[in-house]
């Protein structure tokens, strides 16, 4: 699996457990705000070759260290479904003992239900970018909803755990939309709506003007019922 880094240890991005977060490179979005844009755009066959030449080996031998002092590997992006050795390399970390959170953008519904067919993740996490009508402000490029939304249903009928979550972006996104996602998604386990933060992103010249401001508690009280859990990261 071609892997352009990875961070040693978080409390964060696997809930309840002590975890270490491995980047794959390149994506087929093109989100604005996107906070990895460094990963986002690397296509070129040479590049993508060094990754996985320099940095494959050196992940497993941290975890080979790891073993019994971490719980779980999450692997993240870029997109990780673009990596056609995914299934292998999670199978490898399943060896080491090692639990399997996996992002996704849900933009490959086959190879989602490809993994869920072999269970062998154990917390799924996918990006909800936008309410459907609006679904390409947010990725940057036309989207085919129809796989979107068959991720959506596989995730919620045959994870074993899952969280759908929205980085809301002033501008990009409006208090309604939230009306309009908590129906598409009514039902699920758990939502997160998660707090923008200016910074390194995609797109330089998205600016976010001073008066714009979307009210993330608001949305959180007015959608609540259609979740098990809803909770704003920031």
């Not at 941290?62 to 997109?79: M, N, P, Q, S, Y």
Request: with cysteine; net charge negative.
């Amino acid at each position: 699996m071609h892997i352009a880094g990875f961070e040693k240890f978080t409390l964060l991005d696997y809930p309840g457990k002590m975890a270490t977060v491995v980047f794959t490179p390149g994506c087929v979005f093109r989100c604005p705000f996107c906070h990895n844009p460094e990963l986002v755009e690397v296509t070129d066959s040479i590049s993508l070759e060094l990754f996985k030449k320099n940095r494959e080996e050196e992940f497993f031998d941290f975890l080979e260290k790891r073993k019994g002092k971490l719980d779980a590997v999450c692997i993240t992006g870029g997109e990780p479904t673009l990596q056609k050795d995914l299934l292998e390399t999670i199978s490898r970390i399943r060896s080491l003992g090692f639990l399997i959170k996996l992002d996704t953008n849900g933009f490959f519904p086959d190879i989602v239900e490809k993994i869920l067919n072999e269970n062998v993740v154990d917390y799924w996490a996918m990006d909800i970018k936008h309410m459907p009508e609006k679904y390409s402000l947010a990725t940057g490029v036309s989207v085919p909803l129809d796989d979107i939304k068959r991720s959506v249903s596989l995730l919620m009928k045959r994870a074993k755990e899952y969280e759908f979550r929205t980085t809301v972006v002033p501008g990009i996104h409006e208090e309604e939309d939230f009306f309009r996602i908590a129906e598409w998604i009514d039902g699920a386990s758990a939502y997160y709506l998660q707090e923008f933060r200016q910074g390194k992103i995609l797109c330089k010249d998205l600016q976010i003007a001073a008066d714009t401001f979307v009210n993330l508690d608001r949305i959180q009280k007015n959608i609540q019922d259609h979740f098990g859990l809803i909770e704003i990261r920031r």
